[in-house]
């Protein structure tokens, strides 16, 4: 019976210093508590949160493979700046750091791990100089100047179509541009502009033509919304064209400075561009200007009573 007493006893005060021994570990697990070996002290920890695409990869942590494969939480890290490694066969392998700071989680979420042999495939089927993808109708046209032609396709490269056959100018054009309505397009260098019309069905060098421009050297150009109309920013001004043979050029502003960068909003009929002007502190400003050409405006209507007036004689 005494015996029977002792051991219940016993066994009492062990469950007690258990409990009591135990407890400080229960409480620091609840409440995100580790054992800092560098400071001898328990130190509130924080997370890493791992995404990537595709899902799948090995983590390495300061060195150290872990049991875990992406996507992960990697929990109970102290505090501190840690060296990750994420390697998945076949893809290249992605390499960083991540601050892990106290009761906070750290988002690593938007890797890409790229192939190591990526696919890559030709989509054109004729030569190819220059290109531009009409992201709205899901097409490539394509300037190839040896044929001086232009084509299109579909984003695959299928259905092949030849456009136009335009005439070429010398030096090679700057830049292409497609009208909004898709029917035209047009090319410039510094002294010529040419405009070619894209007939699916009959293209031809008969419907294209080249306007010359001596007033200054061409930086830019544009297509006004009535996809009639050219904008052109040159060296000296901008002015107006009419998408014809023999042009003549409208000013619409004289440019101080020989450089002027230009953006065409083509759903207001708007130009921005920059120019250096001189105030009335007597020092000199680079600003930036909106020139409107909507049908409303003034000077755009000028522009309209001047071919009309040709139209008549």
Not at 65 to 79: F, G, Q, S, V, Y
Not at 92 to 114: C, N, Y
Not at 135 to 140: A, N
Not at 245 to 262: C, D, F
Request: no cysteine; glycine share 4%.
């Amino acid at each position: 019976m005494f015996s029977e007493q002792r051991i219940r006893a016993l066994l009492y005060y062990l469950s007690v210093s258990i409990f009591i021994i135990g407890l400080p570990l229960i409480l620091t697990f609840a409440l995100g508590l580790k054992f800092n070996q560098k400071t001898l002290k328990f130190t509130p920890t924080g997370l890493i949160s791992i995404r990537t695409q595709p899902e799948g990869a090995s983590i390495y942590l300061d060195g150290k493979l872990l049991n875990d494969k992406t996507p992960a939480t990697l929990r109970e890290l102290i505090p501190a700046t840690y060296n990750l490694r994420l390697e998945l066969e076949g893809r290249f392998p992605w390499t960083g750091q991540a601050q892990v700071f106290a009761r906070q989680v750290t988002l690593l979420e938007k890797i890409i791990l790229f192939p190591l042999r990526p696919h890559v495939k030709q989509v054109n089927k004729e030569g190819l100089d220059t290109f531009w993808v009409d992201e709205d109708k899901k097409i490539i046209y394509y300037i190839d100047e040896k044929q001086s032609g232009v084509f299109r396709s579909d984003l695959e490269g299928l259905h092949l179509e030849r456009l136009a056959q335009f005439i070429r100018i010398n030096p090679q054009p700057i830049k292409w541009k497609l009208s909004s309505d898709r029917k035209k397009v047009l090319y410039f260098n510094q002294h010529r502009i040419g405009v070619a019309l894209l007939d699916t069905q009959n293209p031809s060098s008969d419907d294209s033509f080249v306007i010359e421009y001596n007033a200054g050297l061409i930086s830019d150009a544009f297509w006004h919304s009535d996809n009639y109309h050219i904008i052109v920013i040159s060296s000296k001004n901008i002015v107006a064209l009419e998408a014809k043979p023999a042009s003549q050029a409208v000013e619409l502003v004289v440019l101080n400075s020989a450089v002027s960068n230009g953006y065409y909003d083509n759903g207001q009929d708007a130009l921005y561009f920059n120019d250096w002007q001189k105030a009335e502190d007597g020092n000199t400003y680079n600003n930036l200007y909106r020139l409107d050409l909507n049908p409303r405006a003034s000077i755009f209507q000028e522009l309209r009573k001047l071919r009309t007036n040709e139209k008549t004689q």
